[in-house]
């Protein structure tokens, strides 16, 4: 039976969203993207913030996330229903705020993999009712290795492979070992692999390095369908290999970051894939997405509402566009295709009984034709 799925990238839901969502509890982080959502089979994000109330930070990180529980419904207002772990924001706030996460996930019945409380558990995949197989890792860092005890930590940790070296032979016996589940359709591995801000081409375009590229090939010849990349924070090239669908990296869905305009870090997308009835790769369709900032009012005081958490924001008053634009790609191999969603104008709610400026953050749909051809570029398309 097909199955309609959807991956997005990196969700960067802290800092200073506790106090958007402290001052304005309605506030849609969406935009227009939960109309069409609503329904898929399943929508995989990777989660890279702790959702925790747990003050204590990894010592010496400089970025360190976490989302209060009390405000990580938000998930399920995008209809959230598996979440990648592996990368360099799940041990934030140590041990506690791993456990935290994961019991605020498991609450919300949103699975997730790559991250866990042993070696086991950061390894251990997962195998939705409707057979599709999720495996998550990370190149980075090395020291939040699950398994390996440290001075600042235990077991916990994350699924981690170093790419860099050619280093992955656990991950595919696990790929292999995953083939063999009788209940299995399609298998998806999410990937935070290389740097923030890849190496920039001759136009202009970030690429993969070559270890990942040798990865993806691995990946996909051992039998994973997808491969569902991020981790730099713009967009990287998509691809098709060995019958299966290789995204090197999706952007930031949502975040509260500095634009870099020569990457286009507000721009993103949304992959729709279509699997076929033996559950392997069918369409896949692009929805171009970007994020839109603005000034509001007032930093609400109290815990998990620092203003000092503003740190690396970008002050922009630009306003937001919804006017419609249809996009229809086709490739070799790969036939992508997008149909518009028709929205009102989304208009923040801001309150005026305020006392200090705050910077909100908002992902809708991409319609601008510059934009739309950013993001083409970007993916290689």
């Not at 106090?19 to 982080?29: G, L």
């Not at 996460?101 to 991250?115: E, F, K, R």
């Not at 991409?366 to 398309?381: H, K, Q, T």
Request: net charge neutral; with cysteine.
């Amino acid at each position: 039976m097909a199955q309609n799925l959807t991956l997005g990238g990196d969700v960067m839901l802290g800092r200073s969203f506790n106090a958007i969502w402290s001052h304005n509890p309605r506030f849609n982080v969406w935009g227009d993207l939960p109309s069409h959502l609503r329904g898929r089979q399943a929508v995989i994000f990777n989660l890279e913030t702790t959702l925790t109330n747990h003050s204590q930070k990894w010592p010496g990180k400089r970025f360190n996330y976490r989302l209060s529980p009390r405000w990580a419904g938000a998930l399920e207002e995008a209809y959230v229903s598996h979440v990648s772990l592996a990368n360099n924001h799940s041990l934030d706030f140590g041990r506690q705020g791993l456990i935290d996460t994961l019991q605020c996930l498991d609450n919300m019945n949103i699975s997730h993999a790559g991250a866990g409380l042993t070696l086991a558990q950061a390894q251990q995949a997962v195998i939705s009712p409707n057979g599709i197989g999720y495996l998550s890792a990370s190149d980075h860092p090395p020291y939040w290795a699950a398994g390996v005890t440290l001075s600042l930590k235990g077991a916990e940790g994350i699924n981690y492979i170093n790419v860099k070296a050619g280093d992955w032979g656990t991950l595919l016996q696990q790929v292999r070992q995953l083939r063999a589940q009788p209940r299995l359709r399609t298998l998806i591995c999410s990937l935070h692999w290389g740097s923030n801000w890849a190496d920039l081409d001759a136009q202009s375009r970030p690429q993969p390095t070559a270890a990942m590229q040798r990865l993806a090939y691995d990946l996909t010849r051992e039998g994973v369908d997808i491969i569902h990349g991020h981790s730099a924070h713009h967009l990287l090239p998509l691809v098709m290999m060995n019958s299966g669908l290789v995204t090197y990296s999706l952007g930031d869905l949502i975040d509260d970051y500095l634009d870099r305009p020569q990457y286009r870090s507000y721009l993103a997308c949304l992959v729709d894939v279509t699997t076929t009835g033996e559950g392997r790769v069918g369409q896949v369709v692009v929805r171009p997405t970007r994020i839109s900032r603005w000034v509001g009012h007032s930093w609400p005081l109290g815990d998990l509402a620092d203003p000092s958490s503003t740190e690396n924001l970008s002050i922009s008053t630009e306003n937001l566009s919804i006017s419609t634009e249809n996009l229809s790609i086709s490739t070799e191999n790969l036939s992508i295709s997008s149909s518009a969603v028709r929205q009102e104008p989304v208009r923040p709610l801001l309150l005026s009984t305020t006392k200090a400026s705050q910077i909100y953050h908002q992902v809708n749909f991409a319609r601008r034709e510059e934009e739309i051809a950013d993001v083409n570029r970007f993916l290689g398309l």
